[in-house]
Nanobody
Framework: QVQLVESGGGLVQAGGSLRLSCAAS????????MGWFRQAPGKEREFVAA????????YYLDSVKGRFAISRDVAKNTVNLQMNSLKPEDTAVYYC????????????????WGQGTQVTVSS
Protein backbone atom coordinates (compact mmCIF):
# COMPACT_ATOMS: atom_id res chain seq x y z
CA GLN A 1 0.00 0.00 0.00
CA VAL A 2 1.38 3.37 -1.04
CA GLN A 3 1.94 5.86 1.76
CA LEU A 4 2.72 9.51 1.08
CA VAL A 5 3.60 12.04 3.76
CA GLU A 6 4.03 15.72 2.89
CA SER A 7 6.03 18.29 4.81
CA GLY A 8 7.43 21.77 4.36
CA GLY A 9 4.35 23.94 4.15
CA GLY A 10 4.01 27.22 5.98
CA LEU A 11 3.46 30.96 5.79
CA VAL A 12 5.60 33.07 3.46
CA GLN A 13 5.43 36.56 2.02
CA ALA A 14 4.79 37.14 -1.66
CA GLY A 15 7.98 36.72 -3.63
CA GLY A 16 9.36 34.23 -1.15
CA SER A 17 10.17 30.55 -1.48
CA LEU A 18 9.14 27.26 0.09
CA ARG A 19 10.23 23.68 -0.49
CA LEU A 20 7.72 20.88 -0.06
CA SER A 21 8.76 17.28 0.40
CA CYS A 22 6.86 14.04 0.04
CA ALA A 23 8.15 10.85 1.64
CA ALA A 24 6.92 7.83 -0.31
CA SER A 25 6.80 4.25 0.94
CA UNK A 26 4.97 0.99 0.56
CA UNK A 27 6.23 -0.21 -2.82
CA UNK A 28 8.79 0.23 -5.56
CA UNK A 29 8.04 3.38 -7.53
CA UNK A 30 10.17 2.78 -10.62
CA UNK A 31 7.14 2.72 -12.94
CA UNK A 32 5.26 5.48 -11.16
CA UNK A 33 4.49 9.12 -11.72
CA MET A 34 4.59 11.37 -8.68
CA GLY A 35 2.55 14.51 -8.66
CA TRP A 36 1.73 17.62 -6.69
CA PHE A 37 -1.80 19.03 -6.62
CA ARG A 38 -3.33 21.92 -4.71
CA GLN A 39 -6.73 22.97 -3.49
CA ALA A 40 -7.57 26.53 -2.53
CA PRO A 41 -10.60 27.38 -0.35
CA GLY A 42 -13.79 27.15 -2.36
CA LYS A 43 -12.03 25.76 -5.43
CA GLU A 44 -11.52 22.35 -6.94
CA ARG A 45 -8.24 20.55 -6.58
CA GLU A 46 -5.89 21.28 -9.48
CA PHE A 47 -2.79 19.66 -10.91
CA VAL A 48 0.47 21.51 -10.27
CA ALA A 49 3.37 19.31 -11.41
CA ALA A 50 4.37 15.71 -12.05
CA UNK A 51 7.57 13.76 -12.45
CA UNK A 52 8.32 10.33 -13.84
CA UNK A 53 10.16 8.32 -11.21
CA UNK A 54 12.12 6.32 -13.78
CA UNK A 55 13.53 9.03 -16.07
CA UNK A 56 12.77 12.31 -14.33
CA UNK A 57 10.51 13.69 -17.05
CA UNK A 58 8.45 16.59 -15.74
CA TYR A 59 5.19 18.32 -16.53
CA TYR A 60 3.82 21.58 -15.09
CA LEU A 61 0.71 23.70 -14.80
CA ASP A 62 1.29 26.70 -17.05
CA SER A 63 0.93 29.23 -14.25
CA VAL A 64 3.80 27.72 -12.24
CA LYS A 65 6.27 27.15 -15.07
CA GLY A 66 9.53 28.94 -14.36
CA ARG A 67 8.64 29.37 -10.67
CA PHE A 68 8.17 25.82 -9.40
CA ALA A 69 10.46 22.84 -9.87
CA ILE A 70 9.62 19.22 -9.11
CA SER A 71 12.40 16.73 -8.42
CA ARG A 72 12.87 13.27 -6.96
CA ASP A 73 15.52 11.72 -4.77
CA VAL A 74 15.58 8.04 -5.65
CA ALA A 75 17.88 7.10 -2.77
CA LYS A 76 15.62 8.74 -0.19
CA ASN A 77 12.30 7.91 -1.88
CA THR A 78 11.21 11.53 -1.72
CA VAL A 79 9.67 13.94 -4.18
CA ASN A 80 10.22 17.65 -3.73
CA LEU A 81 8.52 20.78 -4.99
CA GLN A 82 10.66 23.91 -4.91
CA MET A 83 8.40 26.94 -5.09
CA ASN A 84 9.93 30.33 -5.86
CA SER A 85 8.44 33.77 -6.53
CA LEU A 86 5.33 32.74 -4.63
CA LYS A 87 2.12 34.69 -5.17
CA PRO A 88 -0.97 35.03 -2.95
CA GLU A 89 -2.88 32.96 -5.52
CA ASP A 90 -0.56 30.04 -4.77
CA THR A 91 -2.19 29.79 -1.33
CA ALA A 92 -3.69 26.31 -0.99
CA VAL A 93 -3.38 22.92 0.60
CA TYR A 94 -0.77 21.03 -1.42
CA TYR A 95 -1.10 17.29 -1.89
CA CYS A 96 1.41 14.70 -3.01
CA UNK A 97 0.06 11.92 -5.24
CA UNK A 98 1.29 8.76 -6.95
CA UNK A 99 0.06 6.68 -9.86
CA UNK A 100 1.38 3.83 -11.99
CA UNK A 101 2.28 4.89 -15.53
CA UNK A 102 0.48 2.44 -17.78
CA UNK A 103 0.03 4.33 -21.06
CA UNK A 104 1.09 7.96 -20.86
CA UNK A 105 2.75 10.56 -18.68
CA UNK A 106 1.39 12.23 -16.74
CA UNK A 107 -1.36 9.74 -15.94
CA UNK A 108 -4.94 10.99 -16.45
CA UNK A 109 -5.68 10.42 -12.76
CA UNK A 110 -3.82 9.66 -9.54
CA UNK A 111 -4.98 7.04 -7.06
CA UNK A 112 -2.76 7.48 -3.99
CA TRP A 113 -2.73 10.67 -1.96
CA GLY A 114 -1.04 12.22 1.03
CA GLN A 115 -2.82 14.16 3.74
CA GLY A 116 -1.78 17.59 2.44
CA THR A 117 0.25 20.50 3.72
CA GLN A 118 -0.90 24.12 3.96
CA VAL A 119 0.91 26.83 2.01
CA THR A 120 -0.11 30.41 2.73
CA VAL A 121 1.33 33.34 0.78
CA SER A 122 0.67 36.78 2.24
CA SER A 123 0.59 39.91 0.11
Amino acid sequence: QVQLVESGGGLVQAGGSLRLSCAASGRTFSRYAMGWFRQAPGKEREFVAAISWSDGSTYYLDSVKGRFAISRDVAKNTVNLQMNSLKPEDTAVYYCAAEYISTRFPPPSFGSWGQGTQVTVSS
